[in-house]
């Protein structure tokens, strides 16, 4: 009758470590990069432009990733970039998973006519296309941090609600549903305490992809020059900005789209690492 | 008596058959079921696959709604009783499931498990409570930090048990507790739920399709046939005497000992 199962203790994986190490990099260099980063992130100097990182022939001292063709300084550019990549991931991220997440929930438990109002929203919402109303969105409220975060939660919210409303229904198709409703326990306490423990792995693998995915939306819109203000720095504005002078001055290129990878990678695979470590169901 | 069931009709909407527009066309299950259930008898309730053994139960322990007819739960008619003012009588009648694995919360651990429709019924002393239940169940105390996963079946079955009876009620519905048992866990529950039926003085109703199991627990035995009961009797005449041609054809198909085969 004893064994040792209860007893596994499952190390961190290396994937937790990794992603979950670069994010919080990243969080502190936004967090501190006005006493963080070397340089002023705005400031130009016509004499320095395109000086190269600081391993190379040339290279400027003070000046570690060199400068863009205006002389500003590229690492602090990067460093301060990440404030509007991390509000954006977090804010616009949360934001999708609280909306998507609460109606699948309800339409996949409650079934009835919850589910039959909310699975035809979702339908008419997902017949527009998404990129489309996503620019319509932005050029009728202006560019900005406000637009970005609405437009991402506007196109992805659906994706949770779809992926949620699946899930909790085939949880609450379970015995251990029926077991609470025979001990009396509500249909929103059944919700809440049963079925919710139950589909937040996925819901975090969701959420954590989500911010990857609004890093992206983000470079995208500002590559496009549909984000924040020129002056402000931002990956994707860096990156459109360095895709010119490729030839005269790669690091101006690479530096923000190697971040941008590892940042978007990291949350990717910050969900699976979560789940290897947390989610006491070992599949 | 703790169960009086008078002419009970239940019908759900079969949504293999629902038409485009408007509503599925409902198909009987149980077609007028009487019967009563003294208090501490263990009932048997035998049928075939699809004879709605489940649904009679569920609607018993309330998870379904009655069409029609009447369901007395120790004198309190509970047919239509709407789940708020079900709620407060729930501990006293409980179930305990067929599959365990569904039927315990795979993200809870066996004393949460255990624990959670306690507190619901603002019993105190939890902890104790849990132990205790542990120990009817023949489990040792520490398998309550475990989550279900890391239990046997057989051991699973005996938490979905200590849920049931943890709650102290006063009717307990098995439903195939044993089937998805191999033959040796299935002895071992079978004999602590009849110790536990004896030291708690339990009523408990049994499904099961097994005869040579309701034969060993049960002193009273319901067979049901479509929907509808075809015989019920105590268990020692209904075995000496089926009288339904029903009865004697689920008896004909219990597999007898044969004194005389030979291993080979
Ligand atoms: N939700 C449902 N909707 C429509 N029909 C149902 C539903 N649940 C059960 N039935 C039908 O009701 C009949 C009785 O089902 P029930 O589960 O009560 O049988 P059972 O006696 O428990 O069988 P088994 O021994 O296989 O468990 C079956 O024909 C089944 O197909
Ligand atoms: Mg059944």
Redesign the pocket.
């Known amino acids: 009758m004893r064994d040792a199962r209860g007893d596994v203790r499952r190390p961190i994986g290396l994937r937790l470590w990794l992603s979950g190490g670069w994010l919080a990099l990243l969080t502190v260099a936004a967090l501190c990069a006005p006493w963080l980063a070397p340089k002023d992130p705005l400031m130009q100097d016509l004499f320095l432009g395109r000086m190269p990182p600081f391993w190379m022939e040339g290279a400027e001292p003070g000046y570690l990733l060199g400068t863009d063709s205006l002389g500003r300084d590229v690492l602090s550019r990067i460093l301060y970039g990440a404030r509007l990549a991390l509000i954006v991931a977090l804010v616009a991220g949360t934001l999708t998973c609280v909306i998507g997440a609460t109606l699948g929930l309800m339409a996949g438990y409650y079934r009835g006519w919850t589910d039959r109002v909310i699975s035809r929203f979702v339908d008419i919402w997902m017949a527009f296309p998404p990129v489309l109303f996503a620019i319509l969105l932005i050029a009728v409220l202006g560019p900005g941090l406000v637009s970005i975060i609405i437009a991402i939660v506007i196109i992805d919210w659906t994706r949770f609600a779809r992926v949620i409303r699946a899930e909790a229904m085939s949880q609450g198709a379970m015995d251990y549903v029926a077991s609470a409703q025979v001990a009396g326990r509500t249909r929103f306490g059944t919700m809440l305490t049963e079925i919710l423990p139950n589909v937040l792995p996925t819901i975090i693998a969701l959420l954590t992809l989500e911010m990857g995915i609004a890093v992206i939306v983000e470079a995208i819109l500002s590559f496009v020059n549909l984000s924040i203000s020129t002056d402000s720095p931002t990956w994707g504005g860096m990156i459109a900005e360095g895709r010119t002078s490729v030839h005269q001055a790669w690091w101006v290129l690479v530096f923000p789209l190697i971040t941008l990878f590892l940042t978007v990678l990291s949350f990717s695979q910050l969900g699976e690492g979560l789940k290897d470590r947390f989610d006491p169901v070992l599949r | 008596m703790i169960y009086e069931l008078r002419d009970l009709h239940l019908s ?5 058959r629902k038409p485009l527009l408007g509503a599925a066309p409902r ?1 009987e ?1 149980l077609k007028g079921v009487s019967f009563d259930i003294p208090k501490g008898a263990v009932l048997g309730i035998v ?12 609607a018993m322990v309330r998870l379904l709604e009655p069409t029609s007819g009447h369901i007395l739960f120790d004198g309190t008619d509970i047919t239509h009783l709407s789940e708020d003012a079900l709620r407060g009588m729930r501990r006293r009648f409980q179930m305990i499931f ?1 599959d365990p694995m569904s039927s315990l919360n795979p993200r809870r651990r066996v004393g949460g498990i255990i624990a959670g429709p306690m507190r619901l019924h603002g019993m105190d002393g939890l902890r104790a409570r849990v132990d205790e239940a542990l120990d009817m169940v023949g489990l040792p105390r520490s398998f309550a930090k475990r989550y279900p996963h890391e239990l046997s079946g057989g051991q699973r079955q005996r938490i979905g048990i200590a849920r049931a009876i943890a709650l102290r009620p006063d009717f307990i519905l098995a ?2 507790i044993v089937s998805g048992l191999d033959v040796s866990s299935q002895a071992q529950v079978l004999n602590l739920l009849q110790d536990l039926v004896a030291d708690l003085g339990l009523t408990l109703a049994f ?1 099961s ?1 097994d005869l040579s199991v309701i034969r060993r627990l049960c002193d009273r035995v319901l067979v ?1 046939h479509h ?1 509808q009961v075809v015989e019920q009797g105590p268990t020692a005449d209904l075995f000496a005497a089926p009288q339904a041609a029903y009865t004697r054809e689920l008896l004909d198909a219990i597999p007898l000992p044969d004194p005389d085969q030979v291993w080979r």
């Open positions: 759900l909407p079969d949504m293999s198909i299950i049928g075939g696959s699809g004879s709605g053994k489940s649904t009679l139960g569920r067929q439903d195939e499904i399709h049901l929907g």
